[in-house]
């Protein structure tokens, strides 16, 4: 496809259960962006990978969260033993070159998470 | 402490009428991004304006970003219900611990009603 595909569009989940979240970034594009998104609220940044290496996990709320590039392309974003804060729409983005400063980012549609 | 503050949060005006968001900061930013947001979507880049006193047009839409690069304006005229949707600004750092990554306002929710 053209754009940013993310995957399941809609995850619900039993807290404590594990989750796991797919994006497929725009073919070529080096940068790879997730951020968390409260409802009605600006998305906070989570992680930045160029190509495979995750350069900044500054934003991950705790050690439940974990993503991964493995071969620079598809990203798979997990979060482990779900609580009810997690709940939130987690926006996937990817940018031709590195970083975002300068460059426009595309942004999927997002999979909405809701913890019960 | 929120890097970026927004305002106002809620805007809500009929059809025709002008109005301006407003997004500012105590950091200088490399760049500042506006987006728009509809409900489901993901952001979309509306503009990015990287000069201190930088004034970009995109057709009803005018941005600016202070001469400071602290912080920057929208502003709509004659808005449209189509205009309806959630603005985000977003500063970028092309150094430092923040370098690469965008940060995001909290969002000003606009309402135009026809």
């Known amino acids: 496809g053209a754009g940013v595909s993310q995957s399941p569009r809609y995850k619900v989940a039993k807290r404590g259960q594990d989750v796991a979240l797919r994006c497929d970034p725009i073919s070529g594009h080096v940068s790879l962006f997730w951020y968390q998104q409260a409802l009605g609220q600006g998305p906070e940044f989570l992680t930045y990978?160029?190509?495979?290496?995750?350069?900044?996990k500054s934003g991950l709320p705790s050690d439940r969260f974990f993503a991964e590039r493995p071969e620079g392309s598809v990203s798979t974003l997990k979060i482990q033993r779900t609580q009810q804060e997690d709940s939130a729409v987690y926006l996937c983005?990817?940018?031709?070159?590195?970083?975002?400063?300068?460059?426009?980012?595309?942004f999927g549609s997002g999979t909405q998470l809701s913890v019960l | 402490t929120q890097l970026l503050e927004q305002s106002p949060q809620f805007l809500s005006i009929q059809e025709g009428e002008n109005l301006t968001v407003y997004c500012n900061s105590s950091s200088v930013f490399s760049s500042l991004q506006w987006y728009r947001q509809e409900p489901g979507e993901g952001p979309v880049l509306l503009v990015t304006v990287v000069t201190g006193g930088e004034v970009k047009k995109l057709k009803r839409l005018t941005f600016q970003f202070g001469d400071a690069r602290k912080d920057s304006s929208l502003h709509i005229t004659a808005a449209q219900p189509g205009d309806t949707g959630l603005y985000l600004c977003a500063g970028g750092f092309l150094r430092g611990t923040s370098y690469g990554k965008l940060t995001f306002g909290q969002g000003t929710i606009l309402t135009v009603h026809p």
């Open positions: 983005a990817s940018s031709p070159r590195g970083g975002a400063t300068l460059e426009k980012l595309f």
């Open positions: 990978f160029q190509n495979e290496a995750q350069l900044d």
